[in-house]
């Protein structure tokens, strides 16, 4: 148990369907991450949050929206999804300052898209 | 940004022998490299990192290496056992100012009994 939680760890959608994703950390950290992994690209990053302001938005599609109401929530809200965007979806967060320190995992979200 | 190559991108080694995952990076005001392993079905988690004013740094059977003239920093796992079968990654922060980690493409290790 690292502190962070996420919901759901399975998903199973249509390509029509919405759903949203929610991470939450314990831990009292500022900055919190998205990360898509698939056989294709390991530990590929999606965004990043430093006290709920977006710092980082790595060329992703915008049928992915992502929301960080506060320092401790980070959602990840899709629709209308392809097939490849079938992957596990990490959440991380970590204290500190830009450039340096450790990322706390949490234990992903199973994406499944028919 | 960042790109960080890792290579090899599988190992198998014999227990008891050692094990090095090398990685490179681009950005030249990089100064963290951390290391993740992930065990099957589980989250990545860190298991060792250098800073950029650090050549070395041990802890117990793992080690790492870092050249900042050459851009690249290594990972070495001696007296390798099965519970260090797992998937290593590399990753570099972008220069200054930025939040944003980047990894290598992971390293299969298989430590054979």
């Known amino acids: 148990e690292t502190g962070v939680t996420q919901t759901p760890r399975h998903l199973v959608m249509g390509m029509t369907n919405k759903k949203s994703l929610k991470c939450e950390q314990h831990l009292g950290h500022n900055a919190m991450y998205w990360y898509k992994q698939s056989a294709k690209k390991p530990l590929e990053l999606m965004f990043v949050y430093n006290f709920k302001e977006q710092t980082e938005n790595n060329s992703v599609p915008s049928r992915f929206s992502p929301e960080c109401p506060n320092s401790s929530h980070l959602f990840l809200h899709l629709h209308t999804l392809q097939p490849e965007d079938s992957a596990l979806y990490l959440c991380?967060?970590?204290?500190?300052?830009?450039?340096?320190?450790?990322?706390?995992f949490g234990e992903g979200s199973r994406l499944t898209v028919l | 940004g960042e790109n960080v190559e890792q290579h090899p991108s599988t190992l198998s080694v014999q227990e008891g022998d050692s094990a090095v995952i090398k990685c490179t990076y681009s950005?030249?005001?990089?100064?963290?490299f951390p290391w993740y392993k992930q065990e099957l079905g589980k989250r990545p988690q860190l298991i060792i990192d250098?800073?950029?004013?650090?050549g070395e740094k041990k802890d117990q059977r793992i080690a790492v290496t870092l050249n900042k003239t050459a851009k690249h920093f290594s990972l070495h796992i001696t007296e390798t056992q099965p519970e260090d079968s797992a998937v290593y990654f590399c990753?570099?922060?972008?220069?200054?100012?930025?939040?944003?980690?980047?990894f290598g493409k992971g390293t299969k290790l298989s430590v054979i009994p």
């Open positions: 250098i800073r950029s004013n650090v």
């Open positions: 990753a570099a922060y972008s220069g200054a100012g930025s939040y944003q980690l980047t």
């Open positions: 991380a967060s970590r204290l500190g300052a830009e450039n340096t320190g450790e990322l706390f």
């Open positions: 950005d030249s005001a990089s100064n963290y």
